[in-house]
């Protein structure tokens, strides 16, 4: 099972990037599938979840900016991410939920 996640980079404030997640050795469809970050310095922390059946959940600061998608067809997960800010600046990583298996990570940097 591996999770791998692109679409990070270099982005100015007010910004966006959409982050992309491919899930291989194991299907999607039935899980709860998350995405977390960790900015320099900082501990893990988690910014959104996906339930099976699509219920979304986000932290605080980022509500109403980012969105969690999935797409089971493609086994992929999504991060759309605007208005993006100096202190999103971090690796992000895609998570399955229930077994915390995780990617590498993409790196987000948001700055002028």
């Known amino acids: 099972a591996q999770l791998v996640e692109s679409g990070g980079g270099l982005v100015q404030p007010g910004g966006s990037l959409r982050l992309s997640c491919a899930a291989s050795?194991?299907?999607?469809?039935?899980?709860?599938m998350s995405w977390a970050r960790q900015a320099p310095g900082k501990g893990l922390e988690w910014v959104s979840r996906i339930s099976s059946v699509g219920v979304t959940n986000y932290i605080d600061s980022v509500k109403g900016r980012f969105t969690i998608s999935r797409d089971n067809a493609k086994n992929m997960v999504y991060l759309q991410m605007n208005s993006l800010k100096p202190e999103d600046t971090a690796v992000y990583y895609c998570a399955h939920w229930a077994t915390s298996l995780r990617g590498q990570g993409t790196q987000v940097t948001v700055s002028s």
């Open positions: 050795g194991f299907t999607i469809s039935s899980s709860a």
